[in-house]
Every structure is written in C-alpha cells, then in structure tokens.
C-alpha cells in the first residue's frame, strides 16, 4: 500500500507510507492472560509479512494483549516506541531484553515517515493513546484508554482534521469483568449480560470525540481455558458492534479495514474466525490442586504486604490455593472488610514474582469474593489500581512514592489531572450506579433506556 492504514488481529494497527511503516501492540503469536485468551481470528500469512516489514513498533501498555512477549521476539530489528510511563517499567523491561527502545516525548509530533507522525498521550492508569498523522488524516488510537483527563485535548486535535478514524475499545464489557462470587459459592452475573447495543455506545463515543468514521478495536479475543469458557459468553461478535449504531456524523468501519488513502478506497479484510475447543489449564502450568511452598507463602504477604495503600482500606487478603487458606491480616483486631482470591498455584505465583496481578484479574479463572460493602465499584477505586496500576507497573508501592507519583502526572497536566479526578471519581461511579438502575427499570433496548443514555453523555462532554 502506497498510503493508508489497515487493521487487524485484536489491536494491532498498520501504518502505510510507500511500504509499512508502524505497527501498533501486535499480538500475532500465542496466548494472553495465562493462556486464558486467544485471538478470534487468524492473521493472514500476508499481513504477517507486512508487520515484520514495519520499521516502528508502538506499545500503548503491559497487558499481555498489547505487549505480547512471544509476538514481539519477532520483531527484534524494530525500534520499539514506549509512552513515557511513570515508572518507566516496559522501557526497562524491554532494554534489559536488549531491544531498541525510544521513549516519546508526552505530546509532543514525531516524525517517523516523509508523511507519518505520531503524538502520545500517557496517562496515570499506565495507560495512553497514539494519534497518527497519515498526510493530514488522523488516527486516533485509544485502545484500552479510558478518558483520564486528556479527553479535551484529544478531541481538540480532532476537530482540526477534516478527515479522522477512531479506533477503541468496544463491546459489552468482558475484559473488565472479574469472577466474582458470592460468600455462599454462587458466580455473580457480570455486568456484561446486559448486553446493551454495542453500536449504540460506540456511536456516542465517536461523536464525543468528534470522529468521521469509527473503528472497532482491542476487543478481538477468545477464551479457552476450560475454567475461563464460560466467559466467552460475555464476548463480542463481529456482528455485534452494529448492533444499534446510528449516527449523522459517523461512520462505522469493519473491525478489520484496509483504508488505502493514495486509491480513496476502503476494503474488509475477511480473517478466518478460529474455531476453539476447551484446554486444560494444566497445558498452561495450572493445577488446581497444588498448594504454595511455605516461601511462596511468604513472597505473597510481602508482595501484598508491601502494598501500603491496602492496610487503609481493607481489613484482610485471602488466598486459596489447593484447598489452603493463606490470610494477609491487616488489621488484627478488625475482619469485617476482605476479599477471598481463590486461584491455581503457578499462575498467581508467576503473577505475584512479574509483578501483573492484572493479569490473573483480567483472565476469568480466578475467584474472587468480597466480605464487607465494597459499592458497585467492588475492587474499583481501591484495589486494582492500586496493585496493578501504580505498583506494578509504576512501581509506587509506599504513600510517599504515591505522592511523588501522582504528584508527577499532576506537574505534566494540571488540568487535565484534575479533570480525570472528577472521572474517576464522579462521572464513572454515578455512570455504574445510574446504569445499573436503569436496567432494572428499563430494558436495554427500549426508547427510554437509550434517551438515558444519550443525556450522559452530552452531560459528559459537558463537564470534560
């Protein structure tokens, strides 16, 4: 292709300038999450070869669907390109696996083709987004970002193309599911099953930012471990994300697209759809009768223990591996705010000496129970970002290296950091329990249910 882009795989986006030039987070070989995930979908032998061909290679963060270790082995000649994450974990991390990293510069145009550019956008979840200038056309690739506070900035830059393509995270929700369950042993139906229109959602978002045409991304995975299956209920089809789009102002592409600019022509790429049996974890290390060695009991209190924030906001952790009970107490005379972790042996150990408790959150094998009122949040605000967020991947696990943390991403943008804090910490909360009410009240296909819906988000976009 002489000048365009094309897309593929779960979220990997190929740029085009007289050959390949840039390929984003490609996962194109192995598994994710302890090989509960899978791609849906194979990836042409063809666009194999164009990926390898590629001179830049763009990681937005550490989830294994994004950097996927095995995929990126392939692509050793390539400069990688890293957001400047606080922290600086996968720079590190991948410098020491002796691969060519360039950290780019918070938003700020780099020059990586006659006729492409990119400006990232890193954010205090350790998340970021890429837009790419292809001969003033913009990609925005938000992928797994959720607006935390750069959402104004991002749709400013919008408005200053005629021409622009959205791609992000869609579907019901499946990745953000955890397996919770109840204290008596019953699976809490995840929010997923309502199964609200995705293009209803997704036509919002393309509005909000001001996009022409609206790309579904970063949701194209199966699962197949045998104790994860049952989430594949809960997983997007193809056909899905049209399900109730309706926009004047949007255009809803194909998930994966061939947009040759240079021929103004837009083709579907048809992947054959894989076909997938059950596996046993134990292919993947599991079994879920082994029990911790007496110093893994130990690295897991200090992995948690070290942790500060968790003492503040809750009582106690609790552990089940192979039938044992291993408590982090930390409060010794107070037990009435826990959560119960219930998971197989070399999973959690691998996860807790890497440093991706996400990973086994994300995956849907492991049990998770809640004792005490945790709010429609559940491990949302004080749990996962602060394991998984800011001390596994930026590495602050002290109060004091919180502040500096914090402190740092609020020097980089002040007002966008505080507009993030009324995200997190207004808007998303009364977003899930105004949801969650409404579902109760209205089905999600009725007229009503959809006005709701369509008044937060003008009522978003004003306040963002």
Known sequence: MELGFETIGNATLICHDNGPVLVTDPWTHGAAYFGSWTLSHEIPEEVRETIQRCQYVWLSHGHPDHLSAESLEKLREQTILVPNHFGGRIRDDLREQGFNV????DRVWTQLSPRIRVLCIPDMNQDAVLLVDVDGRLLVNLND????????????????????????????GDADMINYFTEDGQRIIPYAAA???VGRTIARQAEFYGARYFVPFSSMH?????????????????????????????TLLPAFVRCDFAKDDKQLIRPKERAL????????????????EADEARTLREYFGAIEHLGSVLDFLRFRVGGQDHVIEFHHRR?????????????????????VFDDLLIGNFMKTTLHGDFGEGRLYPDFSPYVAK???NGKARTRNELKTYFSEYRRRDPVGFLRGQVEAHCVRPLQTQSAELLRTLLPSDSTAFRTAKETFWKVRRALL
Not at 163 to 169: I, K
Not at 277 to 292: A, I, N, Q, R, S
Not at 338 to 345: K, L, N, Q, S
């Open 390 to 392: 800011y001390a596994d």
């Open 195 to 197: 199964k609200t229109p």
């Open 222 to 250: 199966k699962y197949q471990r045998a104790d994860s299956i049952w989430a594949s209920e809960y997983t997007t089809t193809l056909e899905d994300y049209s399900r109730g789009f309706e926009s004047e102002s949007c």
């Open 335 to 355: 037990f009435r705010r826990g959560i119960t972790f219930e998971a197989p042996r070399n999973s959690l150990m691998t996860a807790v000496r890497y440093r």
């Open 102 to 105: 360039h950290v780019l510069v």
């Open 145 to 172: 970002a959720g607006d935390r506070g750069w959402g104004r900035f991002v749709r400013s830059m919008v408005r200053r193309y005629d021409e622009s393509y959205l791609l992000a995270l869609s579907g019901y």
């Open 277 to 292: 049996l059950p596996v046993d974890p134990k292919e993947f290390g599991d079994d879920w009768g082994e029990m911790l």
